[in-house]
């Protein structure tokens, strides 16, 4: 069973997608640890209600060495970046080789990579006109949203759309789908590799 590390940065509507796909023995993994870089926010309200180990990681030079040590001694197997709003730094990187995923909230390579996060990439979609949008999920690399895209799913924008309710929109429809879908199918594949020998 895989150790899944989740880190956030503010609501944590995606943990919270996490955490009701591991309750319902829909993700073949157990959370072991939440991590955010922002003290107060309301994700830690949802790993406390679920009995999830929590940690905040203030942002500083030395974020990516903490961060680094506490997912070590966590057995982190799988880290999953659900809302985490930081760039992580080539010594976390090479600590965790593609073991790291992330949700954005777009169909990448549209309207993503560096200052696209949250309500931009809303906005910047509407601002195009595209009629389709949606969300992805990849590996982490180097590169801002450049990593191998492992799912994807679209979401038809509608002509009164504001940046909020196709943000929501397309967490509801996309980001709390294809993400625990995403971390199930990880946590599969290990048990059969296990198996496998
Ligand atoms: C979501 O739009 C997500 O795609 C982006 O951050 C926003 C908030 O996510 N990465 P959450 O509610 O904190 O999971």
Redesign the pocket.
Known sequence: MLNIAVL?S??????QALINAVEAGGINGRIVTVVSNKPGVY?LERAKKHSIPFKVIPDGKDFDSLLVAHLKENKADLVVL??FLRILGKEVLDAFPKKIIN???SLIPSFCGDGF??LKVHRAALDYGVKVTGATVHYVNDITDGGEIISQKAVCVKPDDTPETL?RRV?EEA?WVILPQAVADICNKERKDRKDG
């Open positions: 956030v503010g609501g944590g509507s995606n943990l994700a659900a809302g949700v954005h909230p996060y949250g943000q967490m980001e």
